[in-house]
């Protein structure tokens, strides 16, 4: 099976624009969770969705969005870019839930924000 | 104060040596999750436990549910065990905890 794909894998984007990322899961798998990672704060976690339905959001701003498809893609979006929302960004896909499954994650996109 | 802690911070040793990394945390878990990430960033699930033990190959995770910590053994490392080892705790509700990871460098 091929594994968890993101793209972009690089991006760089200036203040106050917005950028959208995209993530495939594993297929079969319908769970997907956004992380955001960054050498201050090390990996947080941005929200998880199942069956397109959002089930929980970690402590970060409105301006981090996200949806999931019904064939379980998802997408991430960063409204009103500022410089502190460079990071690496991963997804993770599991067949279930967070709690009860192993998380199999994507090789991130690198956001710089200028 | 962070929901998981780990130790060391950073960790340097000889091939062939065990090695212990160890994580707790302060909140009910439903699980514990240990990962590990290379250079360039790739994390690659090693375990996912809730009690008990479990091992794989060299690797083995422990985790003590009264006293909310789990321990990550490697046994006769190696220097391709170079890389930071991240513990974290999926709480009753839905969200997901990290530690702040431990540095393993592995000397041949």
């Known amino acids: 099976k091929a594994g968890v794909t993101q793209t972009p894998r690089y991006l760089i984007k200036t203040r106050g624009q917005q950028v959208t990322l995209s993530c495939s899961p594993i297929?079969?798998?319908?769970?997907v969770s956004w992380y955001q990672q960054t050498p201050g704060q090390g990996l947080q976690f941005l929200f998880e969705y199942f069956s397109e339905t959002q089930r929980n959001k970690g402590n970060f701003p409105g301006r981090f969005s996200g949806r999931q498809f019904s064939n379980s893609r998802s997408e991430m979006n960063v409204s009103t870019l500022e410089l502190g929302d460079s990071a690496l960004y991963l997804c993770?896909?599991?067949?279930?839930?967070?709690?009860?499954?192993?998380?199999?994650f994507g090789p991130g996109t690198r956001l710089l924000v200028l | 104060k962070n929901e998981v802690e780990q130790s060391p911070q950073n960790l340097t040793a000889q091939e062939g040596e065990f090695i212990t990394i160890n994580c707790s945390y302060s909140?009910?878990?439903?699980?514990l999750h240990w990962l590990q990430q290379h250079p360039g960033g790739g994390i690659v699930s090693l375990f996912m436990l809730s009690s008990g033990k479990k091992k794989h190959g060299r690797l083995i995770a422990t985790i003590n549910i009264q006293e909310k910590h789990s321990s990550l053994h490697i046994t006769a490392s190696h220097p391709r065990d170079s890389a930071v080892y991240i513990c974290a705790a999926t709480p009753t509700g839905n969200q997901f905890y990290f530690g702040t990871g431990t540095s393993l460098t592995v000397i041949p």
């Open positions: 297929s079969g798998h319908r769970s």
């Open positions: 993770a896909s599991s067949l279930g839930v967070i709690k009860e499954e192993t998380q199999y």
């Open positions: 909140v009910g878990i439903s699980a």
